[in-house]
């Protein structure tokens, strides 16, 4: 098979998998390998932490069902400010399943069995959405009442001025959304000026990424993030760039 080389600032794109099932393992491995990719893999969480402490991955391919600490509990647990994580399962593509695992963190999440080309894919996707945009002007950001959106530090910045962490999911959607104020956005618009057109994605997913931010904003009640019954998420804060 002839490689595609995957690079990033220079560099091959580290890839760690992540699955008690050796031969999943190995042909994973063997597989990104052979399209560019610098492959490293573990059996368990513990074998992770290893590789984690030794080199830190772009991305990392995690099974659901391990014994011991499972993918769930290792999401939750690596998910702030760690690498972003395409969660496998052997569960298939029980809806239940893949909200909990997308709610714990997951960036995306793929049924067994699938294609290797598949996984291929989606991670590509999940790594072009951490891409920046090239030749964009240099801006700081983005205020709105008493908050504002560092573009530098891809940061919430409250009114007691203290910083709060973005996922990259999170930081993506808050762009788009003060880049779109007083706009109603549909759920598919949204995600598609979020990853660009042809990304998959479920209704149920975008809210509880929209929860979420919400939380993080201190807008329970949907004040500033507006839910436009039938039409989508109005964004309905007054923003000034900075």
């Known amino acids: 098979m002839e490689a595609q080389a995957e690079q990033t600032e220079g560099r091959r794109t580290r890839i760690l998998v992540v699955d008690d099932d050796s031969s999943v393992r190995e042909a994973l491995f063997d597989f990104l390998a052979n399209h560019g990719y610098d492959v490293a893999s573990a059996g368990d969480s513990r074998e992770m932490d290893r590789e984690l402490a030794r080199v830190l991955p772009d991305l990392i391919v995690l099974d659901y069902m391990m014994p011991g600490e499972n993918g769930l509990e290792v999401c939750r647990r690596i998910r702030k400010g760690g690498p972003p994580i395409i969660m496998l399962s052997a569960k ?15 960036d995306d999440y793929l049924g067994k069995p699938f294609h290797p080309r598949e996984l291929l894919a989606r991670i590509r996707s999940v790594l072009r959405r951490g891409e920046p945009a090239a030749a964009q002007p240099v801006r700081i ?51 598609q000026l979020m990853h660009g057109p042809n990304v998959e994605t479920y209704d149920r997913a975008t809210d ?24 989508g998420y109005l964004f309905a804060a007054k923003v000034r760039r900075l």
């Open 141 to 191: 950001g983005y205020a709105f009442g008493n908050w504002a959106l560092s573009l530098q530090e891809r940061s919430l910045i409250d009114p007691s001025g203290a910083s709060i962490l973005l996922s990259r999911g999170e930081f993506g959607m808050l762009k788009v959304f003060v880049e779109n104020p007083q706009r109603v956005l549909s759920r598919d618009l949204l995600v």
């Open 208 to 231: 509880l990424q929209v929860s979420r931010l919400r939380r993080k904003l201190d807008d329970s009640e949907g004040v500033m993030i507006q839910t436009v019954r039938g039409e």
């Open 92 to 106: 298939g593509y029980d809806d239940v399943e893949r909200i909990v695992g997308l709610e714990a963190g997951a």
